[in-house]
């Protein structure tokens, strides 16, 4: 089938979509990003294409990919929307298009039941408590009927539950060939599945995985692909950060010694001093958490390396660590499983050691701490230049898709977030009507948004609307203070179904949103993207602040710093960019197709107050705004 006649044809009025796919209409802006997508696979191009929310950009890459003779590699900006596209999207796509490819999906290993351990751990029960045992048993359950092990047909464990860390496997303690169960391993077959698909759908998190850590058997994905899509590809950078860094965290270390315990009670090495060397480690792990302190989250790592008690307790654990390494030398010989903990062990003692030292200077290092544990994070100052040498393949079509790629009308900023610099880049505006659909508000009398009352203020301005409206609101916030200080007000004033972020899982909370009458759901970052609800559940969303990042994170005061330092312009070049297109996101949850109607409350006064503002404003939807709360209400009385 010829190119053109993806968009003309199967896009538009009398393609095979018509009267099959509910809600279908044919929009030229979806069949231009058709054309430019099949062409860049065709030829091996780079674009970069920002599709406004409601373009229809799922069907105006999936056609031309499965239309395509080559092999197709989607990443997704998350599992959810992985799972999405593989068992909704892709199944109706190919049955309109009559075509036959085969299709795969594969998650990271994490996500994928491992035999050897769930058998260990079985061994393990009497140690459980009685909630985890009852877990486990629901996890055998799985293994004993599921053909793919995902973890994800379990939805009745919490995905922080202390058992799926017992029954799945990561690259470092997973046994290869060389497990007693390979033959029938999880991992393998999903793996392999996707080694012969045409079509492979992945996500961000699992494309930087096989990309930089080359694990065994995993860095097989891109050689013989012909083209990338990446959907939500303004997430790449940040979990390409994840990825290009180095880490190492009081958890790997205490699952270290808990395996060699297990591996040494069933191998019998009888290497003299093994269980006291896994002791020592334990006891150095809880002698550096004692000494980092109180303080919770994120810190710089200057602050703690100036501190002479924090050098030498790091010091002292990666000593430990390394005598256990030198013992699992002697004891790895007996098991496989003793020899993959000495790698491991190895490995650990190096990562220490290695943040024991004086640091790359083109990294920033710093610590992420919670109440009963530790990791310690090297990131680098410039992912773009990391990235280029990936991102860069000559051989490949690499396409970048998303509602919020470009800032005030240009993409700059993400192509050196990627390091793709000669890329054609597209921006489809979306085809709902604003004008008619929607109204942004943006109250007067605010106070600075660092005064302490703001958030009051925020409530203040925002009740009128909720009453209005009965609810029917998402309240939006920079951060999880002011959305605490938020709720507590709204118990007092309002009367709706307050759902609150943290309360319940997340997809719990959504649904309640959906089905009930009045509610006000209240979130932070996580709320801001990857959330569809449409219709009259949804007609308002609320703003609190512009989401710049906080100051004091030590990775962004690193990057400002060595931006400055480069002769760049740090709140230009970075900050402003990076805030546009996060607010760009939360903005997105409103309007989600053509019959949506609703309120955009947007509370910072920079928005007029400050030059850069402008900014913000020319990159949103062009929304018709009103300052006059007697406005918003006729509105909202209309809605």
């Known amino acids: ?32 990003l058709a054309d430019r997508v099949a062409d860049a696979i065709a030829h091996q191009g780079r674009l970069i294409a920002e599709s406004g929310t409601g373009t229809g950009k799922t069907l105006a890459y999936l056609v031309p990919a499965l239309l395509s003779e080559k092999r197709i590699l989607l990443s997704t900006g998350t599992k959810t929307l992985q799972e999405q596209l593989f068992k909704r999207d892709l199944p109706m796509v190919v049955g309109a298009l009559g075509v036959t490819r085969k299709r795969s999906l594969l998650k990271g290993r994490a996500n994928y039941l491992c035999r050897y351990r769930l058998a260990a751990a079985t061994e393990q029960a009497p140690l459980l408590s009685a909630r985890d045992t009852d877990l486990l048993a629901q996890v055998q359950g799985l293994a004993a009927r599921s053909r793919s092990g995902d973890i994800g047909e379990l939805t009745g464990i919490p995905e922080e539950s202390r058992v799926w ?198 990294m920033v290092r710093w610590a992420e701490v919670a109440p009963r544990a530790f990791r310690f994070h090297e990131t680098p100052l410039e992912i773009g230049k990391s990235l280029r040498e990936y991102l860069n393949d000559p051989g490949k079509g690499w396409i970048f898709t998303s509602a919020t790629l470009s800032v005030d009308g240009r993409f700059d900023y993400f192509m050196s977030q990627v390091g793709v610099a000669d890329a054609e880049t597209l921006s489809l505006p979306s085809p709902f009507d604003y004008g008619r659909q929607a109204l942004m508000y943006l ?18 301005a925002a009740l009128p609307l909720l009453h209005a409206l009965h609810g029917r609101t998402f309240m939006l916030f920079t951060s999880h203070r002011a959305l605490q200080a938020a709720a507590s007000m709204l118990r007092e004033l309002g009367d709706f179904e307050l759902l609150v972020q943290g309360s319940l899982p997340r997809t719990e909370l959504l649904e309640r949103f ?26 308002c969303v609320v703003i609190d602040k512009l989401p710049f990042e906080a100051p004091d994170e030590p990775v ?38 053509a019959s949506d109607r609703g ?23 062009p929304l018709p705004a009103t300052s006059s709360r007697d406005d918003v209400l006729a509105f909202a009385a209309r809605l």
């Not at 009025?13 to 018509?18: M, T, W």
């Not at 605010?446 to 958030?455: E, G, K, M, N, Q």
């Not at 990057?559 to 960019?577: N, T």
């Open 1 to 32: 089938m010829k190119k053109s006649l993806a968009s003309a044809d199967i896009l538009g009025p009398d393609g095979p979509f018509v009267g099959v796919l509910e809600g279908f209409e044919p929009r030229a802006v979806q069949r231009t």
């Open 165 to 362: 860390p017992l029954v799945t496997s990561t690259a470092e303690n997973c046994l290869g060939a060389k497990c007693p169960d390979y033959q029938s391993c999880f991992v393998n077959r999903a793996r392999n599945q996707a080694l012969e698909a045409d079509i492979l759908i992945i996500n961000h998190h699992l494309f930087c995985a096989d990309l930089v850590l080359r694990e065994d058997g995993f860095g097989r994905l891109l050689p013989g692909v012909g083209a990338v899509i990446f959907d939500e590809a303004h997430q790449l950078p940040d979990v390409a950060s994840a990825f290009l860094g180095n880490s190492v965290s009081s958890g790997q270390l205490s699952d270290l010694c808990r395996d060699v315990l297990r591996e040494e009670q069933q191998g019998q090495s009888q290497v003299r001093g093994l269980t006291d060397s896994v002791r020592n480690v334990d006891l150095a792990i809880d002698a550096l958490r004692a000494v980092i302190g109180a303080g919770m989250g994120r810190h710089d790592w200057s602050q703690l390396d100036a501190r002479a008690e924090f050098t030498t307790t790091m010091s002292q654990l990666a000593r430990q660590a390394q005598a256990l390494s030198d013992l699992l030398a002697d004891a790895a010989a007996v098991s496989e499983g003793l020899s993959r903990c000495w790698q491991r062990a190895l490995d650990l003692a190096d990562r220490l050691s290695g943040f024991a030292e004086q640091g790359d200077q083109r």
């Open 443 to 460: 109250p007067g009398g605010l106070t600075d948004p660092r005064d302490a009352a703001y958030t009051r203020g925020v409530v203040d």
């Open 514 to 539: 959906r089905t009930a009458t009045d509610a006000v759901l209240l979130g932070t970052s996580s709320f801001w993207e990857g959330v569809d609800v449409r219709g009259a559940a949804l007609s």
């Open 556 to 593: 962004l005061r690193a990057r400002l710093r060595a931006i400055e330092e480069g002769g760049g312009r740090p709140f230009v070049d970075y900050q402003l960019p990076n805030a546009v297109i996060a607010l760009k996101q939360g903005v997105g949850r409103l309007i989600r197709d």
């Open 599 to 621: 309120i955009l409350m947007l509370c910072d006064p920079r928005l007029v107050t400050r030059g850069y503002g402008r900014v913000f404003l020319k990159s949103l939807p």
